[in-house]
Nanobody, 126 residues
């Protein structure tokens, strides 16, 4: 059974940093796209960042570009999201996601992903 388990969320003041982790189990995702989405209260789930397999494409939403960095440890089957210069509008539940099909490129569409974590809350106070 595939599981994605996020950790690292919490409360931080504006301008601060947090690093989210997502550990995958049940199968390897070394040749699969993985990414992060977020959902604020009363809003739709939105794309944050995604990274394809080894050494390939990484992309971000415009709202986090230059502040957030997605990375992967393929040996640990884990994806990370380093979040710097956090803003109150970054407050949301952050979800890790993974694509089931090898070598299928990441997208910004939540509907194309197959596996999801349970989410971790990030709260940024002003």
């Amino acid at each position: 059974q595939v599981q994605l388990v996020e950790s690292g969320g919490g409360w931080v003041q504006a301008g601060g940093s947090l690093k989210l982790s997502c550990a995958a189990s049940g199968r390897t995702f070394s040749t699969n796209a993985m990414g992060w989405f977020r959902q604020a209260p009363g809003k739709e789930r939105e794309f944050v960042a995604a990274k394809n397999w080894y050494g390939s494409i990484t992309f971000y939403s415009d709202s986090v570009k230059g502040r957030f960095t997605i990375s992967r440890d393929y040996a640990k089957n884990t994806v990370y999201l380093q979040m710097n210069s956090l803003k109150p509008e970054d407050t949301a539940v952050y979800y890790c996601t993974a694509e089931a099909t090898p070598y299928k490129s990441a997208t910004r569409d939540a509907g194309t992903y197959d596996y999801w974590g349970q989410g971790t809350q990030v709260t940024v106070s002003s």
